[in-house]
C-alpha cells in the first residue's frame, strides 16, 4: 500500500515536470496533477492495455511505436476527464506519453531498489 502511494505521488510529480517541459500540456495544481496520474495509471491499466492486446502486430510492424500513439490518447482522454489537465493536441500529448514513459521508467527503477 506505502509502495503504491509513494508511486502515485512520483508519478504526479513526473506530469508536473512533464508540463514544465512540453508546451501544450499544462496542469493548474498539485492536486489536478494527483488526479491526472490516478486516471492515466486506471485508463493504461484497463482501456490502454486492451488497446495494446488488440494492436500488438501493428506494433511489432512500426517497432513500439504504436504504443507511443495509444499512450497519446490515455493523455488526451485523461485530459478530457481531469480539470486542471489539459493537453492541446496529439503532438503535445506524443511527447509528454514519451517524456512520462521515460520519467515512468526512472520511477520503477528507483522503487525496485526498495
Do not use: C, E
Not at 509502495?3 to 496542469?27: C, D, E, Q, T
Not at 498539485?30 to 482501456?47: E, K, P, Y
Not at 492541446?88 to 531498489?113: C, E, N, Q, S
Amino acid at each position: 500500500m506505502f509502495r503504491a502511494l509513494i508511486h502515485w505521488i512520483l508519478s504526479a510529480i513526473a506530469i508536473m515536470v512533464v508540463a514544465k517541459l512540453v508546451p501544450g500540456f499544462y496542469v493548474n495544481d498539485v492536486q489536478s496533477a494527483l488526479f491526472a496520474a490516478l486516471v492515466i495509471g486506471v485508463l493504461n491499466a484497463t482501456l490502454g492495455f486492451v488497446l495494446k492486446v488488440i494492436t500488438f502486430p501493428f506494433a511489432i510492424l512500426t517497432l513500439g511505436i504504436f504504443l507511443l500513439l495509444i499512450n497519446a490518447a490515455m493523455i488526451l482522454l485523461a485530459a478530457k476527464i481531469v480539470p486542471g489537465f489539459v493537453v492541446y493536441g496529439w503532438v503535445p500529448a506524443f511527447w509528454g506519453g514519451v517524456v512520462l514513459a521515460v520519467l515512468g521508467m526512472l520511477i520503477r527503477a528507483l522503487m525496485k531498489d526498495q
